[in-house]
């Protein structure tokens, strides 16, 4: 049994949108992925008062990849061009696979909008190889009581799965390239195995506390890059922490982004925007 060991930490970097708080870690400085993890934005946490605006992402396309989205505290609206729809709450996740093309939007619902709370959301986007880009769009919506939990270390350490096989549970979304994904809640001093990474990169985010990997001590709001070769990973929770952690085996394709489309020609993307222009993503009316 081999450890991963940490190669580098890597800061969030606040970036706000409109009246929206946001920290991004990936992209960033010397990071350009963990393949096939691409980006993850940091929203909140924040308070809104009544009678505001929401979340200000209405309709817009993506081809190329999939999103996951995590509803820590606060809610969001869900409308796709594929006819989905949904709100979702705390502890709830929404995975889409924008996969060929679709026109999606990330609202407050009225509610949120009227009576203002708490709002806390990630979104990360993973990537998806050359033969699945331009698979069929799907969406699934899972609220916290759709996802499974594992209790460790005498239940100082909780796992909630949301892909991917975990001791006696398996996560309700089976995605299309293996990615596991979960949110961990540890107590101080709590801590949770993991094996079987040897050759998958690892996407670790401390959202809240800080925790410790191989005897480094890791803060909120920060990303860890561990190496690929490793196969065990122990994480421990100091003193409390709040975690989202995944892991794939990394694609090794090339990688052209342009705005709302990933994929891995600059051709293709050329195609993605002739496409959307021409109306071939369909369209959502708010």
Request: net charge negative; no cysteine; aromatic share 6%.
């Amino acid at each position: 049994m081999t450890h991963k060991t940490v190669l580098a930490l890597h800061s969030a970097r606040r970036d706000d949108i409109a009246d929206l708080t946001t920290r991004r870690p990936l992209p960033g400085p010397g990071l350009d992925q963990v393949d096939p993890f691409l980006f993850l934005n940091h929203h909140g946490p924040q308070v809104y008062p009544p009678n505001n605006r929401g979340l200000p992402f209405g309709p817009h396309p993506h081809r190329g990849f999939e999103t996951v989205s995590f509803i820590l505290s606060g809610e969001m609206a869900h409308l796709d061009s594929g006819g989905h729809e949904s709100v979702i709450g705390p502890g709830g996740v929404q995975w889409m696979t924008a996969g060929s093309g679709l026109v999606h939007a990330e609202i407050s619902p009225d509610r949120f909008k009227r009576e203002g709370g708490p709002l806390e959301i990630l979104q990360l986007w993973v990537n998806l190889p050359p033969h699945l880009k331009m698979a069929p769009p799907r969406y699934i919506g899972l609220q916290r009581e759709d996802i499974p939990s594992h209790d460790a270390d005498d239940g100082r350490a909780r796992l909630h799965l949301i892909s991917g096989t975990y001791a006696d549970i398996t996560g309700p979304i089976d995605t299309l390239t293996g990615v596991f994904m979960s949110t961990l809640d540890l107590a101080g001093g709590g801590r949770i195995h993991f094996d079987g990474l040897a050759g998958r990169n690892v996407f670790l985010y401390v959202v809240d506390g800080a925790v410790r990997i191989a005897g480094r001590e890791i803060p909120r709001w920060t990303l860890v890059t561990l190496d690929l070769a490793g196969d065990h990973l122990e994480i421990e929770g100091l003193p409390d922490a709040r975690l989202a952690f995944g892991h794939a085996a990394p694609i090794g394709a090339p990688v052209v982004a342009h705005g709302p489309f990933v994929m891995n020609t600059v051709d293709e993307i050329r195609q993605a925007i002739t496409d959307y222009n021409a109306g071939k993503f369909g369209n959502v009316r708010l």
